[in-house]
């Protein structure tokens, strides 16, 4: 047997009959209690991506050596939708993937679908070895299927339907408009962040005083919108896309801001009023679908940059992040300045490592800290490994 296999073997014996192993009775309610003290340190995060890291064959590597759990989910998954989502994930082609309503609910069961490998395959018990969730926008669903606060048949419902609807959106808007809509990134140094969006906020508000004296020489910008806040250097517009590139122009010609501009892969103007009917439809969903509060962990809130509350905030934020801005950056840093957080350990598609948590969390240095993304098979067991190695340096006092 090669060294790679009997490190996978040894790992899946330690985490299957090890410490790690399912706890019961008295030792799972005080851990449960205690995931609800808002003053516990929460020492891992695990955390998942959203829309736009969806590719063609994204689901191969884990169907090819787990089979048998991943033919399983994914029929599953067809059964739930009412059509071969599978087959487009497989086969693509990129322009049937990239559609919202296809590449949403896709990149939330893939990620759901790895969750399941590593609990079944790896013993990978999500409510012992992780403290909280969280996921970037999208992300977010799966963060709730993870924490255990809604079944994954009901999410990928919602986020299907709730994708089709924003679809519906851009449509129309476009329709009306004649104009083009999607997203793009801005990249600044950091210390220019602050600067940059209020001056954003200020060509995006009717108060355009502090640029010029004459505000008729320059009308606000409507239909733009800050989308994320996703780290200390990179915000997200979202929008006309001609109506962004105007708000470039005035940036660098009226404030001095010159941030680098890059169109994000995605055909809708996420995280913004003209998403409202797909925000409506949650709120009404929402009050149909079997929400578990309080749930197995804690799970950070995009909308607020901290975990929910109560059932009913829980349904009114995941509503409102439709159409609010994605506090990204401010989930982490509550989690990493105000709760401990040390590990970071990102599950599905694409890179999700340190690409979402930023680079300052990704440079972490406590002992027993890292950043780690499994999003292909081949890297678990040296993952599981890794934060194995780690896990008396942030077990708690």
């Known amino acids: 047997m090669s060294l790679h296999l009997r490190r996978g073997c040894y790992l899946r014996e330690f985490l299957y009959h090890g410490r790690h192993k399912t706890i019961s009775g008295g030792k799972f309610q005080r851990r449960f209690a205690a995931n609800h003290n808002s003053m516990r340190p929460l020492r891992t995060a695990l955390f998942f991506p959203g829309h736009g890291v969806q590719r063609v064959g994204m689901a191969h590597p884990w169907i090819d050596r787990f089979p048998d759990i991943s033919v399983r989910f994914l029929d599953e998954m067809d059964s739930i939708l009412g059509f071969k989502l599978s087959q487009i994930i497989a086969e693509g082609p990129n322009s049937e993937l990239n559609k919202t309503e296809n590449s949403q609910p896709a990149i939330m069961a893939t990620s759901i679908l790895i969750l399941r490998i590593l609990e079944s395959k790896f013993g990978f018990d999500t409510t012992t070895r992780v403290d909280v969730t969280l996921g970037h926008s999208l992300g977010e669903f799966s963060a709730l299927v993870a924490g255990g606060y809604i079944r994954f048949n009901d999410a990928l419902r919602l986020v299907r339907r709730r994708a089709e609807i924003m679809s519906q959106c851009t ?31 200020e060509f995006l508000s009717p108060s ?9 020489t320059i009308s606000p910008i409507q239909q733009v919108v800050v989308a994320n806040i996703n780290s200390r250097n990179q915000i997200v517009l979202s929008g006309s896309i001609e109506r962004i590139k105007t708000l470039l122009v005035q940036l660098r010609q009226f404030s001095g801001h010159d941030p680098r501009a890059v169109r994000l892969k995605s055909e809708s103007p996420f995280h913004s009023p003209i998403m409202a009917p797909a925000a409506e439809y949650m709120r009404r969903a929402l009050e149909d679908t079997p929400v578990t509060f309080p749930a197995d962990l804690p799970c950070v809130s995009n909308v607020s940059g901290l975990p929910f509350t109560s059932q009913d905030r829980l349904k009114e934020l995941l509503s409102r992040q439709c159409v609010d801005t994605v506090r990204w950056w401010d989930s982490i840093r509550y989690l990493d300045q105000e709760r401990g957080v040390k590990r970071w350990i990102g599950i599905g598609p694409g890179k999700v490592g340190r690409n979402l948590v930023g680079k300052e969390v990704g440079r972490v240095t406590a002992k027993g800290g890292g950043v780690w993304g499994i999003c292909d098979s081949r890297d678990v067991e040296e993952i599981l490994v890794g934060l194995e190695n780690t896990e008396h340096d942030v077990l708690p006092d």
């Open 208 to 216: 355009l005083s502090e640029f010029n004296d004459d505000p008729s």
């Open 171 to 201: 449509r129309q808007a476009a329709s009306e408009s004649g104009e083009d809509y999607g997203m793009i990134a801005l990249v600044c140094e950091p210390e220019h962040m602050d600067g940059l969006l209020t001056a954003i906020h």
